[in-house]
Protein backbone atom coordinates (compact mmCIF):
# COMPACT_ATOMS: atom_id res chain seq x y z
CA UNK A 1 0.00 0.00 0.00
CA UNK A 2 1.33 3.22 -0.93
CA UNK A 3 2.16 5.98 1.12
CA UNK A 4 -0.28 7.78 -0.64
CA UNK A 5 -3.52 5.39 -0.15
CA UNK A 6 -2.95 5.56 3.27
CA UNK A 7 -2.93 9.04 3.54
CA UNK A 8 -6.15 8.78 1.27
CA UNK A 9 -8.19 6.55 3.51
CA UNK A 10 -7.38 8.52 7.15
CA UNK A 11 -8.35 11.44 6.10
CA UNK A 12 -11.16 9.75 4.20
CA UNK A 13 -12.05 8.47 7.56
CA UNK A 14 -11.90 11.91 9.12
CA UNK A 15 -14.05 13.52 6.82
CA UNK A 16 -16.83 10.86 6.45
CA UNK A 17 -16.77 11.17 9.85
CA UNK A 18 -16.84 14.83 10.20
CA UNK A 19 -19.78 15.02 7.88
CA UNK A 20 -21.49 12.53 9.20
CA UNK A 21 -21.12 14.34 12.87
CA UNK A 22 -22.30 17.86 11.30
CA UNK A 23 -25.86 16.09 10.42
CA UNK A 24 -26.03 14.04 13.24
CA UNK A 25 -24.44 16.84 16.09
CA UNK A 26 -27.69 18.08 18.24
CA UNK A 27 -25.55 21.24 19.07
CA UNK A 28 -25.27 23.49 16.47
CA UNK A 29 -21.81 24.26 17.90
CA UNK A 30 -20.96 21.07 17.66
CA UNK A 31 -21.68 20.46 14.08
CA UNK A 32 -19.88 23.49 13.02
CA UNK A 33 -16.82 21.98 15.10
CA UNK A 34 -17.58 18.66 12.86
CA UNK A 35 -17.99 21.12 9.54
CA UNK A 36 -14.43 22.41 10.48
CA UNK A 37 -13.07 18.26 11.12
CA UNK A 38 -14.81 17.75 7.83
CA UNK A 39 -12.88 21.20 5.74
CA UNK A 40 -9.53 20.02 7.53
CA UNK A 41 -9.86 16.31 5.96
CA UNK A 42 -10.35 17.71 2.23
CA UNK A 43 -7.31 19.89 2.75
CA UNK A 44 -5.54 16.81 3.39
CA UNK A 45 -6.64 15.31 0.79
CA UNK A 46 -6.17 18.09 -1.74
CA UNK A 47 -2.87 17.95 -0.63
CA UNK A 48 -2.54 14.10 -1.74
CA UNK A 49 -3.34 15.23 -5.25
CA UNK A 50 -0.70 18.07 -4.47
CA UNK A 51 -2.94 20.91 -4.72
CA UNK A 52 -1.25 22.73 -1.96
CA UNK A 53 -2.58 25.68 -2.86
CA UNK A 54 -6.01 24.80 -2.45
CA UNK A 55 -5.32 23.16 0.40
CA UNK A 56 -4.12 26.02 2.32
CA UNK A 57 -6.46 28.49 0.63
CA UNK A 58 -9.23 25.76 1.95
CA UNK A 59 -8.11 26.15 5.48
CA UNK A 60 -7.47 29.91 5.39
CA UNK A 61 -11.05 30.28 3.50
CA UNK A 62 -13.53 28.02 5.03
CA UNK A 63 -11.82 27.17 8.34
CA UNK A 64 -10.37 30.17 9.01
CA UNK A 65 -13.47 32.78 8.08
CA UNK A 66 -16.53 31.04 7.37
CA UNK A 67 -16.47 28.57 9.82
CA UNK A 68 -15.77 31.40 12.32
CA UNK A 69 -18.42 33.51 10.69
CA UNK A 70 -20.80 30.38 12.03
CA UNK A 71 -19.75 30.34 14.82
CA UNK A 72 -19.94 34.17 15.62
CA UNK A 73 -23.63 33.84 14.40
CA UNK A 74 -24.42 30.89 16.34
CA UNK A 75 -23.08 32.55 19.52
CA UNK A 76 -24.54 35.75 18.97
CA UNK A 77 -28.35 34.60 17.73
CA UNK A 78 -28.39 32.61 20.99
CA UNK A 79 -29.07 29.88 18.97
CA UNK A 80 -26.60 28.00 20.98
CA UNK A 81 -28.64 25.30 22.87
CA UNK A 82 -29.50 21.22 21.64
CA UNK A 83 -32.46 20.88 19.06
CA UNK A 84 -35.12 18.50 19.01
CA UNK A 85 -34.30 16.26 15.72
CA UNK A 86 -37.65 14.65 16.08
CA UNK A 87 -39.32 17.76 15.14
CA UNK A 88 -39.29 18.72 10.48
CA UNK A 89 -39.87 22.28 10.40
CA UNK A 90 -41.03 22.06 7.06
CA UNK A 91 -43.14 19.39 6.19
CA UNK A 92 -41.50 16.27 3.77
CA UNK A 93 -38.00 17.76 4.11
CA UNK A 94 -36.81 14.81 5.30
CA UNK A 95 -38.02 12.68 2.76
CA UNK A 96 -36.67 14.93 0.18
CA UNK A 97 -33.20 15.44 1.79
CA UNK A 98 -32.98 11.28 1.95
CA UNK A 99 -33.85 11.48 -2.10
CA UNK A 100 -31.50 13.66 -3.16
CA UNK A 101 -28.82 12.55 -1.15
CA UNK A 102 -29.22 9.44 -2.80
CA UNK A 103 -29.55 10.79 -5.96
CA UNK A 104 -26.13 12.86 -5.36
CA UNK A 105 -24.43 9.69 -4.64
CA UNK A 106 -25.72 7.63 -7.77
CA UNK A 107 -24.60 10.29 -9.54
CA UNK A 108 -20.82 10.17 -8.25
CA UNK A 109 -20.47 6.01 -8.37
CA UNK A 110 -21.70 6.69 -11.95
CA UNK A 111 -18.89 9.03 -13.03
CA UNK A 112 -16.32 6.58 -10.32
CA UNK A 113 -17.71 3.99 -12.77
CA UNK A 114 -17.77 5.12 -16.14
CA UNK A 115 -14.58 6.81 -15.98
CA UNK A 116 -12.53 4.59 -18.79
CA UNK A 117 -15.34 4.93 -21.15
CA UNK A 118 -15.58 8.80 -20.47
CA UNK A 119 -11.94 9.93 -20.79
CA UNK A 120 -10.09 6.85 -22.20
CA UNK A 121 -7.72 7.15 -19.52
CA UNK A 122 -7.11 6.63 -16.16
CA UNK A 123 -8.58 9.63 -14.41
CA UNK A 124 -10.92 12.51 -15.09
CA UNK A 125 -8.91 15.24 -14.29
CA UNK A 126 -5.72 14.45 -16.34
CA UNK A 127 -2.00 14.21 -14.69
CA UNK A 128 -2.20 15.74 -11.37
CA UNK A 129 1.66 17.75 -11.90
CA UNK A 130 3.65 19.36 -14.32
CA UNK A 131 6.95 19.62 -15.36
CA UNK A 132 9.34 22.21 -16.73
CA UNK A 133 12.09 22.51 -19.32
CA UNK A 134 14.44 21.58 -16.41
CA UNK A 135 12.33 18.45 -15.32
CA UNK A 136 11.46 20.65 -12.40
CA UNK A 137 7.75 20.51 -10.95
CA UNK A 138 5.89 23.46 -11.69
CA UNK A 139 3.92 24.30 -8.62
CA UNK A 140 0.35 24.39 -8.48
CA UNK A 141 0.49 27.64 -6.99
CA UNK A 142 2.18 28.79 -10.61
CA UNK A 143 -0.22 26.98 -12.52
CA UNK A 144 -3.47 28.38 -11.21
CA UNK A 145 -2.49 31.59 -11.55
CA UNK A 146 -1.23 30.99 -15.17
CA UNK A 147 -4.57 30.00 -15.81
CA UNK A 148 -6.45 32.93 -13.69
CA UNK A 149 -5.00 35.56 -15.10
CA UNK A 150 -5.14 34.37 -18.74
CA UNK A 151 -7.40 32.21 -20.12
CA UNK A 152 -10.02 32.54 -17.32
CA UNK A 153 -9.12 36.80 -16.63
CA UNK A 154 -12.37 38.20 -17.20
CA UNK A 155 -14.38 35.39 -15.34
CA UNK A 156 -11.95 35.97 -12.15
CA UNK A 157 -12.86 40.09 -12.71
CA UNK A 158 -16.03 39.95 -13.13
CA UNK A 159 -16.68 37.35 -9.68
CA UNK A 160 -14.27 39.50 -7.90
CA UNK A 161 -16.92 42.64 -8.92
CA UNK A 162 -19.83 40.33 -8.24
CA UNK A 163 -18.57 39.34 -4.33
CA UNK A 164 -18.14 43.53 -4.46
CA UNK A 165 -21.71 44.67 -5.22
CA UNK A 166 -22.66 41.40 -2.43
CA UNK A 167 -20.52 43.23 -0.20
CA UNK A 168 -21.90 46.96 -1.08
CA UNK A 169 -25.59 45.15 -1.41
CA UNK A 170 -25.67 43.75 2.20
CA UNK A 171 -24.32 47.22 3.91
CA UNK A 172 -26.94 49.07 1.73
CA UNK A 173 -29.69 46.45 3.27
CA UNK A 174 -28.62 46.57 6.89
CA UNK A 175 -28.39 50.38 7.07
CA UNK A 176 -31.28 52.18 7.41
CA UNK A 177 -31.23 55.78 7.37
CA UNK A 178 -33.76 57.92 8.42
CA UNK A 179 -36.90 56.04 11.01
CA UNK A 180 -35.84 55.44 14.08
CA UNK A 181 -34.08 52.73 15.79
CA UNK A 182 -36.04 49.68 16.38
CA UNK A 183 -35.65 47.84 19.60
CA UNK A 184 -34.88 44.16 19.37
CA UNK A 185 -37.90 41.57 18.95
CA UNK A 186 -38.76 40.32 22.22
CA UNK A 187 -38.93 36.84 20.94
CA UNK A 188 -34.99 36.92 20.23
CA UNK A 189 -34.32 38.39 23.63
CA UNK A 190 -35.85 35.37 25.27
CA UNK A 191 -32.92 32.77 24.72
CA UNK A 192 -29.85 32.33 24.66
CA UNK A 193 -26.45 33.56 26.51
CA UNK A 194 -26.83 36.69 25.21
CA UNK A 195 -30.30 37.19 26.66
CA UNK A 196 -29.08 36.48 30.03
CA UNK A 197 -26.18 38.98 29.48
CA UNK A 198 -28.76 41.90 27.97
CA UNK A 199 -31.55 40.54 30.95
CA UNK A 200 -28.53 41.23 33.35
CA UNK A 201 -27.94 44.83 31.90
CA UNK A 202 -31.37 45.46 32.17
CA UNK A 203 -31.02 45.21 35.54
CA UNK A 204 -28.09 46.91 36.72
CA UNK A 205 -29.84 50.04 34.80
CA UNK A 206 -32.56 49.57 36.67
CA UNK A 207 -30.36 49.25 39.81
CA UNK A 208 -28.82 52.76 38.58
CA UNK A 209 -31.92 54.64 37.91
CA UNK A 210 -33.38 53.54 41.39
CA UNK A 211 -30.31 55.17 43.19
CA UNK A 212 -30.26 58.72 41.05
CA UNK A 213 -34.15 58.48 41.86
CA UNK A 214 -33.03 57.96 45.61
CA UNK A 215 -30.67 60.86 45.75
CA UNK A 216 -33.24 63.22 43.62
CA UNK B 1 18.53 17.11 0.96
CA UNK B 2 17.30 16.30 4.73
CA UNK B 3 12.95 17.63 5.44
CA UNK B 4 13.31 19.65 1.78
CA UNK B 5 10.80 16.72 0.17
CA UNK B 6 8.13 18.98 -0.50
CA UNK B 7 6.34 15.75 -2.53
CA UNK B 8 5.13 12.83 -0.70
CA UNK B 9 6.46 10.51 -3.14
CA UNK B 10 9.83 12.28 -2.95
CA UNK B 11 10.33 10.92 0.78
CA UNK B 12 12.26 7.83 0.70
CA UNK B 13 11.05 5.96 3.65
CA UNK B 14 13.72 3.41 3.42
CA UNK B 15 16.55 6.06 4.31
CA UNK B 16 17.72 7.78 7.18
CA UNK B 17 15.38 10.72 6.68
CA UNK B 18 12.61 9.27 8.57
CA UNK B 19 15.02 9.50 11.71
CA UNK B 20 16.26 12.70 11.17
CA UNK B 21 13.37 14.27 10.34
CA UNK B 22 11.69 12.86 13.58
CA UNK B 23 14.89 14.06 15.19
CA UNK B 24 14.92 17.82 13.85
CA UNK B 25 10.91 17.41 15.32
CA UNK B 26 11.92 16.88 18.46
CA UNK B 27 14.36 19.87 18.53
CA UNK B 28 12.36 21.89 17.12
CA UNK B 29 9.61 21.31 19.55
CA UNK B 30 11.97 21.58 22.48
CA UNK B 31 13.68 24.59 21.46
CA UNK B 32 10.04 26.76 21.43
CA UNK B 33 9.66 25.50 24.23
CA UNK B 34 12.51 26.49 26.15
CA UNK B 35 12.53 29.98 24.30
CA UNK B 36 8.71 30.26 25.80
CA UNK B 37 10.32 30.02 29.47
CA UNK B 38 12.70 32.82 28.50
CA UNK B 39 10.24 34.92 26.61
CA UNK B 40 8.13 34.97 29.46
CA UNK B 41 11.25 35.60 31.75
CA UNK B 42 12.52 38.04 29.24
CA UNK B 43 9.23 39.91 29.56
CA UNK B 44 8.53 40.01 33.55
CA UNK B 45 12.11 41.38 33.61
CA UNK B 46 12.10 44.22 31.12
CA UNK B 47 8.85 45.22 31.68
CA UNK B 48 9.44 45.43 35.45
CA UNK B 49 13.02 47.38 34.60
CA UNK B 50 10.73 50.12 32.49
CA UNK B 51 8.31 50.49 35.77
CA UNK B 52 11.16 50.83 38.02
CA UNK B 53 10.69 47.21 40.25
CA UNK B 54 13.37 44.70 40.19
CA UNK B 55 10.88 41.56 38.63
CA UNK B 56 11.45 37.60 39.04
CA UNK B 57 14.83 37.21 41.20
CA UNK B 58 14.76 34.29 43.36
CA UNK B 59 14.37 31.24 41.64
CA UNK B 60 17.67 31.18 39.76
CA UNK B 61 20.02 33.16 38.55
CA UNK B 62 18.21 36.59 37.88
CA UNK B 63 15.21 34.35 38.48
CA UNK B 64 15.61 32.68 35.11
CA UNK B 65 13.29 29.80 36.25
CA UNK B 66 10.73 31.65 37.60
CA UNK B 67 8.86 30.22 34.53
CA UNK B 68 9.68 26.98 35.31
CA UNK B 69 8.61 27.11 39.09
CA UNK B 70 5.36 28.81 38.21
CA UNK B 71 4.49 25.81 35.72
CA UNK B 72 5.66 23.14 38.01
CA UNK B 73 2.99 25.35 40.40
CA UNK B 74 0.12 25.34 37.72
CA UNK B 75 0.51 21.80 37.13
CA UNK B 76 -0.46 21.13 41.10
CA UNK B 77 -3.48 23.34 41.23
CA UNK B 78 -6.68 21.89 40.98
CA UNK B 79 -8.29 21.82 37.58
CA UNK B 80 -11.60 23.28 37.89
CA UNK B 81 -14.35 22.67 35.42
CA UNK B 82 -17.77 25.60 35.32
CA UNK B 83 -21.19 23.00 36.10
CA UNK B 84 -22.34 25.29 33.17
CA UNK B 85 -19.28 24.40 30.45
CA UNK B 86 -19.78 22.04 27.61
CA UNK B 87 -17.05 19.84 28.88
CA UNK B 88 -16.05 17.81 25.65
CA UNK B 89 -15.43 21.72 23.94
CA UNK B 90 -13.78 23.09 27.12
CA UNK B 91 -11.66 20.41 27.63
CA UNK B 92 -10.42 20.60 23.91
CA UNK B 93 -10.36 24.16 23.52
CA UNK B 94 -7.03 24.29 25.02
CA UNK B 95 -4.84 21.86 22.26
CA UNK B 96 -6.93 23.98 19.64
CA UNK B 97 -5.08 26.95 20.65
CA UNK B 98 -1.67 25.65 21.20
CA UNK B 99 -1.22 22.85 18.20
CA UNK B 100 -1.65 25.96 15.29
CA UNK B 101 1.40 27.31 17.57
CA UNK B 102 3.45 25.17 17.73
CA UNK B 103 2.81 23.97 13.83
CA UNK B 104 3.63 27.48 12.60
CA UNK B 105 6.87 27.62 13.91
CA UNK B 106 7.45 24.99 11.12
CA UNK B 107 8.18 26.76 8.14
CA UNK B 108 10.74 29.41 9.59
CA UNK B 109 14.41 28.47 8.72
CA UNK B 110 16.13 29.06 11.91
CA UNK B 111 19.68 29.07 10.32
CA UNK B 112 21.37 28.29 7.15
CA UNK B 113 24.06 29.93 4.32
CA UNK B 114 22.20 32.45 2.07
CA UNK B 115 25.36 34.17 1.00
CA UNK B 116 26.39 34.57 -2.56
CA UNK B 117 23.24 33.00 -3.81
CA UNK B 118 23.35 29.77 -1.87
CA UNK B 119 20.37 28.07 -0.83
CA UNK B 120 20.20 27.52 2.48
CA UNK B 121 21.81 24.35 3.16
CA UNK B 122 24.83 23.77 5.16
CA UNK B 123 27.69 20.43 5.51
CA UNK B 124 26.44 18.76 8.83
CA UNK B 125 27.73 15.79 10.41
CA UNK B 126 28.65 14.76 6.31
CA UNK B 127 24.69 15.34 5.51
CA UNK B 128 23.36 18.30 4.08
CA UNK B 129 21.27 19.84 6.19
CA UNK B 130 18.80 22.65 6.22
CA UNK B 131 17.67 24.57 9.06
CA UNK B 132 14.07 24.37 8.45
CA UNK B 133 11.17 21.57 9.54
CA UNK B 134 8.99 21.82 6.35
CA UNK B 135 9.38 23.73 3.40
CA UNK B 136 6.17 22.73 1.53
CA UNK B 137 5.15 24.49 -1.65
CA UNK B 138 2.56 26.33 0.28
CA UNK B 139 4.77 27.92 2.51
CA UNK B 140 3.97 31.15 4.30
CA UNK B 141 0.62 30.05 3.88
CA UNK B 142 0.72 27.69 6.02
CA UNK B 143 1.06 29.92 8.34
CA UNK B 144 -1.67 32.50 7.68
CA UNK B 145 -3.83 29.11 7.82
CA UNK B 146 -2.40 28.30 11.27
CA UNK B 147 -2.94 31.61 12.63
CA UNK B 148 -6.78 31.54 11.31
CA UNK B 149 -7.13 28.02 13.19
CA UNK B 150 -5.98 29.59 16.23
CA UNK B 151 -8.79 31.79 16.73
CA UNK B 152 -11.03 28.53 17.11
CA UNK B 153 -8.86 27.73 20.63
CA UNK B 154 -9.88 31.26 21.62
CA UNK B 155 -13.47 31.32 20.28
CA UNK B 156 -14.21 27.96 21.92
CA UNK B 157 -12.86 28.46 24.94
CA UNK B 158 -14.69 31.63 25.24
CA UNK B 159 -18.23 29.93 24.69
CA UNK B 160 -17.65 26.65 26.33
CA UNK B 161 -17.39 27.92 30.10
CA UNK B 162 -20.74 28.93 29.99
CA UNK B 163 -19.98 32.16 31.74
CA UNK B 164 -20.27 35.72 30.23
CA UNK B 165 -17.66 37.81 30.64
CA UNK B 166 -15.65 34.82 28.58
CA UNK B 167 -18.04 34.67 25.82
CA UNK B 168 -17.77 38.47 25.68
CA UNK B 169 -14.24 38.21 25.61
CA UNK B 170 -14.28 35.60 22.84
CA UNK B 171 -16.71 37.08 20.62
CA UNK B 172 -14.30 40.22 21.06
CA UNK B 173 -11.03 38.19 20.45
CA UNK B 174 -12.64 36.66 16.93
CA UNK B 175 -13.96 39.49 15.74
CA UNK B 176 -10.63 41.77 16.17
CA UNK B 177 -8.34 38.21 14.64
CA UNK B 178 -10.94 37.59 11.43
CA UNK B 179 -10.52 41.50 11.07
CA UNK B 180 -6.64 41.84 11.57
CA UNK B 181 -6.25 38.77 9.65
CA UNK B 182 -7.01 40.60 6.44
CA UNK B 183 -4.51 43.72 6.74
CA UNK B 184 -2.11 40.86 7.90
CA UNK B 185 -2.51 38.83 4.74
CA UNK B 186 -2.39 41.83 2.18
CA UNK B 187 1.21 42.93 3.29
CA UNK B 188 2.46 39.38 2.92
CA UNK B 189 1.27 39.85 -0.22
CA UNK B 190 3.71 42.31 -0.68
CA UNK B 191 6.17 40.33 0.36
CA UNK B 192 5.45 37.14 -2.55
CA UNK B 193 4.92 39.97 -5.22
CA UNK B 194 8.79 40.91 -4.22
CA UNK B 195 10.31 37.56 -3.83
CA UNK B 196 7.79 35.68 -6.49
CA UNK B 197 7.01 33.09 -3.95
CA UNK B 198 5.54 31.29 -0.89
CA UNK B 199 8.21 29.09 0.54
CA UNK B 200 10.08 30.94 3.06
CA UNK B 201 13.30 29.22 1.41
CA UNK B 202 13.12 31.46 -1.58
CA UNK B 203 11.40 34.39 0.79
CA UNK B 204 15.24 34.61 2.75
CA UNK B 205 17.05 34.11 -0.63
CA UNK B 206 15.68 36.29 -2.60
CA UNK B 207 16.33 39.07 0.04
CA UNK B 208 20.43 38.15 0.23
CA UNK B 209 21.60 39.62 -2.36
CA UNK B 210 21.56 43.84 -2.28
CA UNK B 211 23.58 46.31 -1.50
CA UNK B 212 25.60 46.78 2.17
CA UNK B 213 24.48 43.12 2.43
CA UNK B 214 21.42 44.30 3.57
CA UNK B 215 19.96 46.14 0.91
CA UNK B 216 17.83 43.40 -0.53
CA UNK B 217 15.67 42.91 2.58
CA UNK B 218 12.14 43.48 2.47
CA UNK B 219 11.97 45.75 4.93
CA UNK B 220 13.55 48.34 2.60
CA UNK B 221 12.79 47.37 -0.95
CA UNK B 222 8.73 47.05 0.08
CA UNK B 223 9.06 50.42 1.06
CA UNK B 224 8.53 50.09 5.08
CA UNK B 225 4.76 50.35 5.18
CA UNK B 226 3.92 46.42 4.72
CA UNK B 227 6.33 45.87 7.78
CA UNK B 228 4.31 48.12 9.52
CA UNK B 229 1.05 47.17 8.78
CA UNK B 230 1.85 43.66 9.36
CA UNK B 231 3.53 44.55 12.83
CA UNK B 232 0.77 46.30 14.16
CA UNK B 233 -1.56 43.53 12.86
CA UNK B 234 0.20 40.87 14.08
CA UNK B 235 -0.04 42.93 17.39
CA UNK B 236 -3.44 42.90 17.61
CA UNK B 237 -3.38 38.93 15.88
CA UNK B 238 -1.41 38.01 19.19
CA UNK B 239 -4.42 39.64 21.15
CA UNK B 240 -1.03 41.75 23.05
CA UNK B 241 -1.25 45.47 24.53
CA UNK B 242 -2.22 47.68 23.48
CA UNK B 243 -4.31 45.33 21.37
CA UNK B 244 -5.42 43.03 24.67
CA UNK B 245 -9.00 43.59 24.58
CA UNK B 246 -9.93 39.95 24.33
CA UNK B 247 -8.47 39.97 27.71
CA UNK B 248 -9.06 43.57 29.41
CA UNK B 249 -8.89 42.42 32.87
CA UNK B 250 -10.54 46.06 33.92
CA UNK B 251 -13.77 44.74 31.93
CA UNK B 252 -14.22 41.00 31.94
CA UNK B 253 -11.95 39.59 34.41
CA UNK B 254 -8.92 37.67 32.08
CA UNK B 255 -11.44 37.10 29.40
CA UNK B 256 -11.56 34.03 27.69
CA UNK B 257 -9.68 32.40 29.92
CA UNK B 258 -11.65 33.11 33.50
CA UNK B 259 -12.68 29.66 34.09
CA UNK B 260 -9.88 27.57 33.33
CA UNK B 261 -7.48 26.67 35.84
CA UNK B 262 -4.47 24.50 36.15
CA UNK B 263 -2.84 22.84 33.39
CA UNK B 264 -5.46 24.22 30.51
CA UNK B 265 -4.73 27.58 31.83
CA UNK B 266 -1.36 26.69 31.19
CA UNK B 267 -1.81 25.57 28.20
CA UNK B 268 -3.04 28.85 27.00
CA UNK B 269 -0.87 30.75 28.38
CA UNK B 270 1.97 28.28 26.62
CA UNK B 271 0.69 29.17 23.25
CA UNK B 272 0.17 32.78 23.84
CA UNK B 273 3.89 33.27 24.35
CA UNK B 274 4.82 30.12 21.74
CA UNK B 275 2.40 32.83 18.90
CA UNK B 276 4.60 36.16 20.42
CA UNK B 277 8.00 34.09 19.58
CA UNK B 278 6.71 32.32 16.71
CA UNK B 279 5.42 36.19 15.33
CA UNK B 280 8.84 37.64 15.20
CA UNK B 281 10.59 34.56 13.86
CA UNK B 282 7.89 34.85 10.84
CA UNK B 283 8.41 38.52 10.92
CA UNK B 284 12.25 38.13 10.78
CA UNK B 285 11.99 35.46 7.91
CA UNK B 286 9.41 37.97 5.68
CA UNK B 287 11.43 41.76 6.07
CA UNK B 288 14.70 41.17 7.49
CA UNK B 289 16.17 38.20 5.60
CA UNK B 290 15.65 35.21 7.96
CA UNK B 291 19.26 34.13 8.63
CA UNK B 292 20.52 36.22 6.23
CA UNK B 293 23.29 38.81 7.41
CA UNK B 294 26.87 40.29 7.06
CA UNK B 295 29.25 38.27 7.48
CA UNK B 296 31.91 39.47 9.70
CA UNK B 297 34.92 36.82 10.04
CA UNK B 298 34.81 33.16 7.87
CA UNK B 299 35.54 31.33 11.23
CA UNK B 300 31.98 31.05 12.54
CA UNK B 301 30.97 29.83 8.92
CA UNK B 302 27.59 29.39 8.87
CA UNK B 303 26.54 29.84 12.95
CA UNK B 304 26.73 33.51 11.70
CA UNK B 305 22.86 32.51 10.51
CA UNK B 306 21.81 31.25 13.67
CA UNK B 307 23.29 34.05 15.51
CA UNK B 308 21.85 36.88 13.14
CA UNK B 309 18.53 35.23 13.59
CA UNK B 310 18.53 34.93 17.18
CA UNK B 311 19.60 38.33 17.45
CA UNK B 312 16.59 40.00 14.89
CA UNK B 313 14.24 37.63 16.72
CA UNK B 314 15.07 39.00 20.40
CA UNK B 315 14.63 42.91 18.88
CA UNK B 316 11.32 41.91 18.02
CA UNK B 317 10.77 40.12 21.28
CA UNK B 318 11.95 43.26 22.94
CA UNK B 319 9.42 45.44 20.57
CA UNK B 320 6.49 43.43 21.40
CA UNK B 321 7.10 43.54 25.38
CA UNK B 322 8.22 47.50 24.73
CA UNK B 323 5.18 48.04 23.18
CA UNK B 324 3.10 46.33 26.24
CA UNK B 325 5.18 49.05 28.84
CA UNK B 326 4.70 51.87 26.89
CA UNK B 327 1.15 51.89 24.88
CA UNK B 328 -2.25 52.37 26.58
CA UNK B 329 -5.22 49.88 25.68
CA UNK B 330 -7.21 51.22 22.78
CA UNK B 331 -11.06 51.63 22.71
CA UNK B 332 -13.19 48.61 20.88
CA UNK B 333 -14.18 51.20 17.94
CA UNK B 334 -10.99 52.65 17.93
CA UNK B 335 -9.26 49.49 17.62
CA UNK B 336 -12.24 48.37 14.68
CA UNK B 337 -11.46 51.71 12.81
CA UNK B 338 -7.68 51.10 12.93
CA UNK B 339 -8.29 48.13 11.13
CA UNK B 340 -10.67 48.28 8.57
CA UNK B 341 -10.38 51.68 7.93
CA UNK B 342 -6.74 52.38 8.18
CA UNK B 343 -4.55 49.37 7.67
CA UNK B 344 -6.96 47.60 5.32
CA UNK B 345 -7.03 50.12 2.58
CA UNK B 346 -3.31 51.40 3.15
CA UNK B 347 -2.48 47.97 2.73
CA UNK B 348 -4.38 47.72 -0.55
CA UNK B 349 -3.07 50.76 -1.41
CA UNK B 350 0.38 50.25 -0.90
CA UNK B 351 0.32 46.90 -2.75
CA UNK B 352 -0.99 48.11 -5.46
CA UNK B 353 1.77 50.61 -6.48
CA UNK B 354 4.34 47.85 -5.78
CA UNK B 355 2.46 45.54 -8.43
CA UNK B 356 2.50 49.12 -11.03
CA UNK B 357 6.19 49.47 -9.98
CA UNK B 358 6.17 45.50 -11.17
CA UNK B 359 4.75 46.26 -14.46
CA UNK B 360 6.88 49.70 -14.63
CA UNK B 361 9.42 47.63 -14.82
CA UNK B 362 9.27 45.59 -17.47
CA UNK B 363 7.68 48.42 -19.66
CA UNK B 364 10.77 50.39 -18.91
CA UNK B 365 8.48 53.06 -17.06
CA UNK B 366 10.25 55.70 -15.03
CA UNK B 367 10.28 53.91 -10.98
CA UNK B 368 9.78 57.46 -9.52
CA UNK B 369 7.47 59.01 -11.88
CA UNK B 370 5.35 55.49 -10.95
CA UNK B 371 6.01 56.14 -7.25
CA UNK B 372 4.99 59.44 -7.36
CA UNK B 373 1.92 59.00 -9.42
CA UNK B 374 0.97 55.70 -6.98
CA UNK B 375 1.81 57.82 -3.69
CA UNK B 376 -0.90 60.63 -5.33
CA UNK B 377 -3.30 58.02 -6.28
CA UNK B 378 -3.12 56.58 -2.55
CA UNK B 379 -3.76 60.20 -1.29
CA UNK B 380 -6.39 60.90 -3.54
CA UNK B 381 -8.49 57.62 -2.49
CA UNK B 382 -6.98 57.83 1.08
CA UNK B 383 -9.21 61.88 0.79
CA UNK B 384 -12.07 60.39 -0.17
CA UNK B 385 -12.21 57.23 1.98
CA UNK B 386 -11.83 59.60 4.56
CA UNK B 387 -14.41 62.37 3.14
CA UNK B 388 -16.97 59.15 2.60
CA UNK B 389 -16.40 58.18 6.41
CA UNK B 390 -17.01 62.26 7.76
CA UNK B 391 -20.11 62.09 5.45
CA UNK B 392 -21.82 58.91 6.73
CA UNK B 393 -20.84 59.69 10.33
CA UNK B 394 -22.79 63.53 9.70
CA UNK B 395 -25.70 61.49 8.40
CA UNK B 396 -26.00 59.20 11.05
CA UNK B 397 -25.93 61.60 13.44
CA UNK B 398 -28.62 63.58 12.02
CA UNK B 399 -30.84 60.91 10.89
CA UNK B 400 -30.39 57.91 13.93
CA UNK B 401 -30.51 59.80 17.54
CA UNK B 402 -30.32 57.07 19.97
CA UNK B 403 -33.01 56.79 22.78
CA UNK B 404 -31.90 55.25 25.59
CA UNK B 405 -34.54 54.32 28.23
Keep these: MSLQVLVFLISALIVLSGALGVVLAKHPVHSALFLIQTLFGVAVLFLVVEAHFLAAIQVIVYAGAIVILFLFVIMLLGVDRSEDLSIEPIVGQRMIAYVSGAAILGLLLAVIYSVDDLTGGTSLTGAIDRTDADGERVPDVNQLAEVIFT ?66 | MIAQQAYLDDFDWTSWDPVFLAVKVVLVFTVLLVSVMFMVWFERKVVSDMQNRIGPNVAGPWGMLQTLADGIKLFFKEDLTPAGADRFVFKLAPYLSLIPAFLMFSIVPIAGDFSDGNDGSVELFGQTFVWQLVDPPMGILLFLAMSGLGIYGVMLAGWSSGSKYPLLGSVRASAQMVSYEAALGLSLAAVFLSSGSLSPNEIVRAQADGPFGIGGWNVFGLGFVPFVIFLIASTAELNRPPFDLVEAEQELVGGFHTEYSSLRFSLFFLAEFMNVVTMSAIMVTLFFGGPHGPVFTETLGWAWGLLWFVLK ?61 GLVVIAAGGALLAGAIRNARVGRTESDVLEYG
Excluded: C
Design chain 1, 151 to 216: DHVFTFEVTGLLLTVAVVGAVVMARRIGGDLQPIPESALDQGVLADILADGDESAEDGASIEGEDA
Design chain 2, 313 to 373: VLVFLFTFVWFRATLPRLRYDQLMDLGWKLLIPLALGWFLMLGALRVGQNEGWNPFAVIAI
